[in-house]
């Protein structure tokens, strides 16, 4: 992730395929320009996250997917 003034670029990569990406910031509301997309193996996937105000930092940024966005039952 790299800030070019007030935005940031984000580079994504995977080595399984991801369904349902998307990206999360709780300290920092903004506009992703692609959230929520799948991602294929050997790919690189590149974000533009637009802070709504001045966010000096996006160390709480996730990045979640379908597999990770539940909980399972039972144990």
Known sequence: MQKK???YE??????????????NSASCDGW???NYFDMLPGRKYKITFYPKNDCSRL????VVSLAGSYVPQGK
């Open 5 to 7: 003034g007030k935005v």
């Open 59 to 62: 160390d709480d940024l996730r």
């Open 10 to 23: 984000i580079t994504l990569t995977t080595d399984k395929p991801a369904r349902d990406v998307y990206l």
């Open 32 to 34: 992703y320009d692609d």
